[in-house]
C-alpha cells in the first residue's frame, strides 16, 4: 500500500536494525485518514470472504480494525491484555509472550462475543514474532470459529513470524512488508511494491 | 444522541446501582457504525473551536477519538497506561486513579506530539469520578496547551467526574447522561432527551 509505505518513509524512525518506532501515525498519535485508508484497503482485499467478525487486540489494532470494521460492515472485537491469570468461565484466553518487554500476558476474549459460525479477520498493527497473533488464532480455535486470514498493517519480513503463520496455511495479508532496517534504511520487499 | 441512547437501552448491561456493562459495542466488542456516528456528532459540537488535536486514553477511547479526529480533520493522540513509574524526559505524565480496579496508574504522552500551538479535544469512553479527564488536563496543563473541551460517549451524571469539571469552566460534552441505574433500569438526564 503506497500511501502507508510513503509515510513510513517519511515519519518512521528506525531505532536499531530490528526496531522500527511509528509513533507519529500508527502507536502513540494515530493519522485518523490513513487508518480510514487501511480500513478500506483490508475490507478490498477481504470482500469476499464472507467475514462475520474482526478480531484485534489493544491497543494499537484498535484503530485500524474498526476502520476495516466499518468498511465491511461487522463488528470489531479487541482482545483484552493481562498480567494476572485470573480463571474465569466466560472468557476464551491465551498467553502472549512479548519479546520486546520480556514478559507474559494473558489476552482475553469474553465467550459472548465469539461463536462457533462466526468468520473471523484477524487484524494488528505489527507482525514481527507473531505472538500475538498466535494468541489470536489460539482463541479462534478454542470458539470452534473460522479464521479467514490476517491482516497486518506493518510486517517486519526479517523476523520468522509471518513466515511461520503463512507455512500454517493461513492467509496474511500485510499492508507493508520492512525487510530490512539496516543502515538505519527501510527496505521494502519487492512483490509489494506495485501495491 | 438518540442512537447511542437506544443501543445503550437495548444492549447496556446493568450490574448494580453504578455499574453500567457495555461491552458489547464500546468498551470490547466494538460497533464500527456507532463509533463513526460518535465521531461525526463530537465533531459538529466541535467544528468552530479550532481544534487541532484529540487526545484520549487507551484502550476504549480509541475507537471514538479515532473518527471525531478523522471528521475534524486532526490527529488522535492516545495516552499510554503503566503501572510502573519509569522516568522519562521525553513524556508529559499525571496519575490516574481507577476506583474500579483500586490501583494507580501512570498515563504518558510523548513531549513530540503535544505543543504550545496546539487547541486540544479530549475524548473518553465514559466519564463517572473523572479521574482519566483529570490526568488528560493535567498533561494538556503540562503542555502549555490549550484545552477546548471534553468529549464524553456515556457519563454516569450521579457520579461526582462531570460536576467538578463543568465547575472549572471546562465545558463538557455527552453523548449520553445516565442519571440513575436503579432498579436495573438506565435513566437518562431529561435535557439530553433532544438530542
Do not use: C, W
Not at 479467514?148 to 523476523?159: L, R, Y
Amino acid at each position: 500500500m503506497e500511501q502507508l509505505k510513503n509515510k513510513i518513509l517519511a515519519e518512521g524512525k528506525v531505532l536499531s536494525d530490528t526496531v522500527l518506532k511509528v509513533d507519529s501515525f500508527l502507536n502513540h498519535q494515530i493519522d485518523p485518514e490513513l487508518m480510514q485508508e487501511i480500513g478500506k484497503e483490508f475490507a478490498k482485499r477481504f470482500e469476499d470472504a464472507g467475514i462475520t467478525k474482526i478480531l484485534s487486540i489493544e491497543s494499537s489494532g484498535i484503530a485500524p480494525a474498526t476502520m476495516a470494521g466499518l468498511y465491511l460492515g461487522v463488528p470489531v472485537i479487541f482482545a483484552r491484555k493481562r498480567k494476572s491469570l485470573t480463571l474465569t468461565d466466560d472468557l476464551y484466553s491465551a498467553n502472549v509472550y512479548s519479546f520486546t518487554k520480556k514478559e507474559t500476558n494473558e489476552i482475553s476474549v469474553s465467550k459472548d462475543f465469539l461463536k462457533k459460525d462466526d468468520v473471523v479477520f484477524v487484524i494488528d498493527d505489527f507482525l514481527a514474532n507473531g505472538q500475538a497473533v498466535h494468541g489470536l488464532v489460539d482463541i479462534i480455535r478454542q470458539a470452534e470459529a473460522t479464521l479467514s486470514g490476517v491482516g497486518i498493517v506493518i510486517e517486519k519480513g526479517f523476523q520468522a513470524g509471518g513466515a511461520e503463520i503463512r507455512e500454517q496455511g493461513i492467509r496474511v495479508e500485510s499492508l507493508a512488508i520492512v525487510d530490512s532496517l539496516e543502515n538505519g534504511e527501510v527496505r521494502f520487499r519487492d512483490e509489494e511494491a506495485g501495491k
